[in-house]
């Protein structure tokens, strides 16, 4: 049982509001590393220098979207193995298969909460302790 305060996490979004309330939660659910990015390009960058276990990443995004953020770690030797959970505001049965089929990992649809979003983690990381 991986223990939430040994996962690095990486929240990307455009948003800070939405920043700051992923990080409240995870923070609320025992993650201490968490680094925030404010776009596609922020999150390439911070993989670059930060060791990241999991990606929680907004759909919507100005300069690179969730979707080609993902497609572009899972092409990355390095990354494309990563647990990637895309958030979104729409339950688009289409844009989830878009997802699934550029290799994510599981969705969340906002707002969430503590309880969706440990179950979401837990189904890529496995139960935390």
Known sequence: MPKASDISVLVV???????????????????????EAKSGRDALGKLEKTKIDLIISDWNMDDIDGLTLLKVIRKHPRTK???????????????VKEAIVAGVNNYIIKPFDAGSMKKKIEAVVGVLA
């Open 13 to 35: 979004d455009d948003q800070q509001s939405m920043r700051g309330i992923c990080k409240f939660i995870l923070n609320q659910l025992g993650f201490k590393e968490i680094t």
């Open 81 to 95: 193995g990563m647990p990637f959970i895309m958030a979104t505001g729409r339950s688009d049965k289409e844009q």
